[in-house]
């Protein structure tokens, strides 16, 4: 491994903030990404291995439901997914899982509007709460699908077992990307040069693996600035 990653990849945790703007429907609120966060993730994103059975389900359905381990960048996917549509622009919107007073309705069929393009995550949502939305999502996803909109769901590993079945078809677990291709990836934008070895040390691409692809970005980010210092 190469001098200038073996002290970085020791550090803890890195995190990198998206900026939303935060529009309401009555009291429920609605977080639509901007362009320019849309942008910059289109730049970033590797394909995982099952992207495509992910993008073909929701062609095909109007809806997909995105599942995976923590840190396979399931989340990224999932935007991916949608800001990728062919259709012309429209921001994704996420929908939020919980309601902001006792009086307003979660997952609301009267808030879909035609061509929304919808992100529910539910990776980190607790029972019972999470089966009890699992157990709301075929009514939701048929109106979405109605309204010529499009849904992508976020579940948890395993969160596809509270799912009514059927919904089972919808499920798709994309896979995570190659660590080492992100890594190369992000350098790349960060304008640091890839090393000629290709980082020949063996031991970097199991390390990678082993990160979440958040880590992995703010790995390439430390390398950057390392750089520059």
């Not at 993730?41 to 073909?56: D, G, H, K, M, T």
């Not at 790349?188 to 990678?208: C, E, I, M, S």
Request: net charge positive; charged share 25%; hydrophobic share 40%.
């Amino acid at each position: 491994m190469t001098a200038e990653l073996t002290p970085l990849m020791t550090r803890g945790p890195q995190h990198n903030n998206y900026q939303f703007t935060w529009a309401r429907a009555g009291m429920k609120a609605r977080r639509t990404a901007t362009r320019d966060e849309q942008r910059q993730l289109l730049r970033r994103f590797i394909e995982p291995p099952s992207y495509n059975q992910a993008w073909e389900t929701l062609l095909a359905n109007g809806c997909v439901i995105v599942t995976g381990a923590p840190g396979s960048g399931r989340g990224t996917a999932a935007r991916m997914l949608l800001f990728r549509l062919p259709e012309p622009y429209v921001a994704v919107t996420e929908i939020p899982d919980r309601a902001d007073t006792p009086d307003d309705a979660v997952l609301d069929t009267g808030d879909v509007r035609a061509g929304d393009r919808l992100l529910l995550t539910l990776s980190g949502t607790d029972d019972p709460w999470f089966r009890w939305l699992c157990q709301r999502l075929p009514s939701y996803r048929a109106e979405v699908r109605e309204r010529g909109a499009h849904l992508v769901v976020v579940l948890r590993a395993g969160g596809e077992q509270s799912l009514p079945p059927d919904l089972a078809s919808l499920v798709v677990d994309p896979g995570r990307p190659d660590g080492l291709v992100v890594l190369r990836r992000h350098l790349r934008l960060a304008g640091v040069p890839y090393p000629a070895d290709g980082f020949a040390d063996p031991d970097l691409a199991p390390r990678l693996a082993a990160m979440s692809m958040e880590r992995i970005a703010g790995l390439a980010g430390l390398v950057r600035v390392g750089r520059s210092g």
